[in-house]
């Protein structure tokens, strides 16, 4: 007789590709359903912003430089909590916090994971109801296990990275993660609390229409930018398009949506900023390392984002990521200013 199986949870998932690696020891599948519940508590508080004194200024600033808003510090609270209290990671560096923290406890100490993380980016869109995210980053630690994280391991090259992923609060809940193997998206279904498989094998399509920039920095960008976003908008029928532009000024939501329907996002150098806006440690890598597990391409205008070696934990980087012919058509104008 058929089991009749019911759509795959992310426990059952991780536990699934746990049962594929026998000599796994547990310790990411384990990572990933701590961070999972962190979302879940994360999810609930995004989905009541408006009806709890939850909104508004928290009245610090964070090392950006941002007002910080209350559910940025509640929701980094609850990734660092839950992976202080797992099995599986030495530390942490966040968006929110100037320096890395070590957990520096005998079980820490002796997990073989560290984890980087923007716990809400776009929260600026909190007051206005636009889709926010979490985007995060899993390396294998380079330090000694059996002792507390250092520094070293937070500033290993992209192309380290073990497994990386996003949470998106829209107009449903979904966390997406990469590991060499693929991209898997599970949707939350709040009648069971759980996040259940929806979007297996995830593949950015090889082209798309869709390209994504903040336009009002326009005359900031590169000669060669700007006529790339020029190609973009004499595109017509006969030459891969009409393009779309669509930008909603959350990275999470912006990318997501070029990943699934194909497309391209991009966050340049501008004269403002010459490294742009976007960090390289928990928003570029993450992503980057998504996108090329399924298929799509991302750079920082003259190489991989996945080979840059970082230096500090909250630098920027220009960043340019989507699909793979999009980002070719892209390359071949910013290898004018070469
Ligand atoms: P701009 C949100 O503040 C964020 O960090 C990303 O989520 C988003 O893609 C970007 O900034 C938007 O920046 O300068 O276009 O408003």
Redesign the pocket.
Known sequence: MAINRNVLTLDEFTIQELRNFPRATGELSTLLRDIGLAAKRVNVEVNKAGLVDILGDAGAVNVQGEDVKKLDVFANNQFIGVLQHGISCAGIASEELDDFVVFDDEVSNNSKYVVMFDPL??S?NIDINVSIGTIFSVYRRVSEVGKPCTQEDFLQAGNRQVAAGYIIYGSSTMLVYATRRGVNGFTLDPSIGEFCLSHPDIKCPPSGKIYSL?HGNFYQYAPEVQQYIQACQKKDKNTGGPYTQRYI????A?VHRNLIKGGIFM?PATTDSKNG??RLLYECNPFAFIAEVAGGKATDGTRRVLEITPTTLHQRTPFFIGSKDMMEELEGYLKQSQ
């Open positions: 980016d776009g600026s903040n000024g959350s990275m999470v912006d966050y806006k976007l």
